[in-house]
Structure formats: C-alpha cells, structure tokens
C-alpha cells in the first residue's frame, strides 16, 4: 500500500511538471523571447570591433617620395629638396584620433631634407594634417580623381649653414603649411604635387623656407 501511495504522488507530480511546462511555453515564450533580447544587443555592443585590415585600397596608407626645389625667401634659391613618408587618409588616421574622419581630414609623416647654398641644409621629420576637399557625386574621371587638399602641422628640425661663416647652425621646432592635389588612381597609386612653406626661425637664426615638390605614392602592402 505504502508502494502504491508514492507511485502515485510520483505520477502526480510529473504531470503537474509536465502541465507547468506547457503553460511556460504558451504563456512565457514571448516574454522569454523578448527577454533575450537585450542580451544579445548587450553582447552586440561588448563585441570586438570589426578588423581594420580588410579596407578596401584608397584606404590603405599611402608610401610616397617627392622631389622639387625650395630656399629661403632671401638667399639660396631653387634649390634641391627629397622627401618622403606615409599618408594616412581619414578612414585609417580616425585609428589615431576619431574626429579626423568627421573633418575629411588625413595624417601625413614626412622627413625632408632642403639643400642650401655652400654645403647647408635643412633637415626635418614632421607630423601634418591634411584636410581633403569633398567632391560631389560623379566627380572623377574613370579610374582616377583629383583631390584638392590644404594642411598644417609641425616638424623636428634641424640646419646647417655649411660652410658658410655667418650662418649659425639651429635644432628647434617648426611650422609647416601646404598645399597641393593628388591624383588617385583605382589602383590605390597616387600623384601628387604641393607648395609648402616652413617657418624656421629662433633667436635671430632664420630657416624659413618655401618648396614645390611632385611626388607619387604606392599604397602600402605593396
């Protein structure tokens, strides 16, 4: 008798179980389901961000050199200036700083090397910013456009007057302008030309230069 009691409490329980997980599943399903939700718009936000390294070829950093000439407003004129460095369009420098994409506005590393009369030169590795023209739609012409761009920054410098006397050498700071276009090409490749003005100057020494310079660029991986 006491077998046929728990058998019985036995089978009642498993139908109140089994009737109490019908109920849940008419019953809370949507309300489960609704639930978990926000669970998966919170895992959605605590997600890693997507890879930077599947971007398409105009964003990738730009490898260039550039040649031209350059001198001081008052002495040595048109004289050799080599450059070279990387550009970051605004997709890639927004990695550095996030508001550059908002301001169509690129990364340019850069050193330069101004020849100067009598054995001198100029020496600088400088950190630009370079603010893109927007185009409108259409603009461009098959596989390549032309993108005007202005920009400023500041370098780590260093001159040297050579062998002239009176010119003292200086390692200081200083301020850079440019302005120029580039050509991209959809291949990723790039040409480009700018004017670019150098203030150089502390404590009587001056340096400030001007330059035009052309160059050409390769997107990087090559």
Excluded: C
């Excluded at 407003?73 to 700083?97: C, K, M, N, T």
């Excluded at 550059?100 to 009598?118: K, P």
């Amino acid at each position: 008798m006491r077998d046929d009691l728990l058998n019985g409490s036995v089978s009642r329980f498993a139908r109140s179980l089994a009737l109490a997980t019908v109920l849940a599943g008419v019953f809370g399903g949507p309300g489960l389901a609704t639930a978990a939700e926000p669970k998966s718009a919170a895992n959605s936000r605590l997600a890693l961000p997507a890879s930077r390294l599947n971007r398409s070829p105009d964003e990738a950093p730009v490898v260039f050199g550039t040649l031209g000439l350059g001198g001081a407003f008052d002495h040595d004129q048109g004289q050799p200036v080599v450059g070279g460095g990387v550009i970051f369009r605004p997709a890639e420098a927004a990695g550095f700083l996030d508001f550059l994409y908002d301001w169509n506005t690129g990364m340019v590393l850069q050193a330069e090397r101004l020849s100067l009369g009598q054995g001198g030169r100029t020496l600088s590795a400088d950190l630009i910013l370079r603010r893109y023209q927007r185009l409108g739609a259409g603009t461009g012409n098959g596989d390549r456009v032309a993108v005007p761009f202005w920009g400023g920054g500041i370098g780590a410098s260093s001159a040297d007057g050579g062998e002239d006397a009176g010119a003292l050498p200086l390692k200081y700071w200083s301020l850079v302008a440019e302005y120029g276009r580039e050509w991209r090409f959809a291949s990723g490749r790039l040409l480009m030309v700018k004017g670019q003005l150098r203030y150089f100057h502390k404590g009587g020494v001056d340096y400030t230069a001007w330059t035009v310079a052309a160059g050409a660029g390769l997107p990087f991986p090559f």
